[in-house]
Nanobody, 124 residues
């Protein structure tokens, strides 16, 4: 499966932005899709996950209440609505996917498929 992430940009603190990630290729099989991010000089960290089978969502504490992950199955697309953005949200945002849900959904090592990343820059 191939993942294409887009929607990043340069915004000011307090603004909103919506990222999208579309899956193509072996879409006859449904995949769980998540978002990670990587700031300069830091490790890639978990942001949000959408568990397809029970349509549950999971968030990192740093984004809880500000970010919302959602999914459109018909479009094979997962979204990340980001509100009240802060300068510390500045990072390259990556979408990732795996076929079977893992209890370690927050660990990047458990995802075999990755998008190319989209830059989000939040100015103060």
């Amino acid at each position: 499966v191939q993942l294409q992430a887009y929607g990043g940009g340069l915004v000011q603190a307090g603004d909103s932005l919506r990222l999208s990630c579309t899956a193509s290729g072996s879409t006859s099989v449904a995949y769980h899709m998540v978002w990670f991010r990587q700031a300069p000089g830091k490790e890639r960290e978990f942001v949000a996950a959408f568990r397809l089978t029970i349509r549950s969502t999971y968030y990192a504490d740093s984004v809880k209440g500000r970010f919302t992950i959602s999914r459109d199955n018909a479009k094979n697309t997962v979204y990340l609505q980001m509100n009240s953005l802060k300068p510390e949200d500045t990072a390259v945002y990556y979408c990732a996917a795996r076929m079977h849900w893992s209890v370690n959904y927050y660990s990047r090592e458990h995802y075999p498929y990755w998008g190319q990343g989209t830059q989000v820059t939040v100015s103060s």
